[in-house]
């Protein structure tokens, strides 16, 4: 055998040897972004610049601007803190790029225009806007200008909610107690909320006919401590301890509030969580 031909061999068995190493190579997954706030200066002039302030202004006075979806006296920036700026709030810093994504809940990929029309349903109480509506369009708009810089595919720190565990079972008597002390001077001692001396809502009703439907995230009692454990009480975020945030949404979570009518059609796959109202 030829000098040309052994080389080309050895070549062609090292060349197989890397393409097996890297094959068997861990995947590495992008880290989390860092949780930045675009500045407002950055908001273009312009049709585009409208639509932005426009959205953030449907998006922080929902039930006012929108009557005809809204359906209770929550607005979107009652659970997405700070119109989305708010880490573990639910904020929409950045969740332009992890769309569209699977949900177990309806077994199908969502995009983002889904995502805010299931709000509109559950924790709006409210049914959906028209795909083609401005006033989506311009929701969309506030969520992409907040969004800017966070690169395609890559969650931002802080995203959704941090999630706690229980360190004993949740107690809803004992929640009920927590509610009393720490967060009835403004959601109201029935849990209806507090209005302003206009009738705008200061403080969103978290029981009762005006606030969320049992098919709504915040229904879930893991949801309910994660979102109470980092944010509540308002003035005093994080000045609870998991087992109170627990127990008080263990209370909360269990009280009287609109119906879903399509809450048969959620999980049609599986994967129902423990903690669903049904």
């Known amino acids: 055998m030829s000098r040309v031909s052994n080389l080309a061999r050895g070549m062609a068995v090292a060349l197989a040897v890397l393409l097996t190493l890297v094959a068997w190579r861990p995947i590495a997954f992008a880290s989390d972004a860092s949780f930045t706030v675009p500045d407002e200066s950055s908001i273009p002039s312009g049709p585009v610049g409208d639509a932005i302030r426009r959205g953030r202004l449907l998006l922080t006075e929902t039930a006012t601007q929108l009557p005809e979806y809204a359906g209770n006296d929550l607005r979107c920036s009652s659970c997405h803190l700070e119109a989305g700026r708010r880490p573990y709030a639910a904020p929409w810093v950045g969740i332009w790029g992890v769309f569209p994504e699977y949900r177990s809940r309806n077994a199908r990929i969502n995009a983002l225009e889904d995502r805010i029309n299931d709000c509109f349903e559950r924790s709006l109480n409210g049914k959906r806007l028209p795909l083609d509506s401005d006033d989506l369009r311009a929701m969309m708009s506030y969520m992409h200008w907040l969004s800017q810089g966070v690169p395609t595919g890559v969650s931002v720190t802080g995203r959704g909610f941090r999630r706690i565990e229980a360190p004993a079972p949740p107690d809803s008597r004992r929640g009920r107690v927590v509610y009393d002390t720490r967060c009835a001077a403004c959601h109201g001692p029935e849990g209806q909320g507090m ?17 969320f439907n ?6 879930r009692l893991s949801t309910a401590a994660a979102f109470v ?8 975020p994080g000045t609870l301890t998991d087992q109170e945030a627990f127990d008080v949404a263990a209370f909360f979570t269990a009280q009287p509030r609109p119906d879903f009518s399509s809450k048969h059609l959620d999980w049609p796959k599986g994967g129902k969580p423990k903690d669903a109202r049904y």
Do not use: C, D, Q, T
Request: no cysteine; aromatic share 10%; proline share 13%.
């Open 195 to 211: 209005a302003g001396s206009g009738g705008e809502i200061l403080y969103p009703p978290l029981w009762g006919p005006r606030s």
């Open 214 to 219: 049992v098919g709504a995230g915040m229904a």
């Open 229 to 236: 454990k980092a944010n509540m009480p308002f003035h005093e």
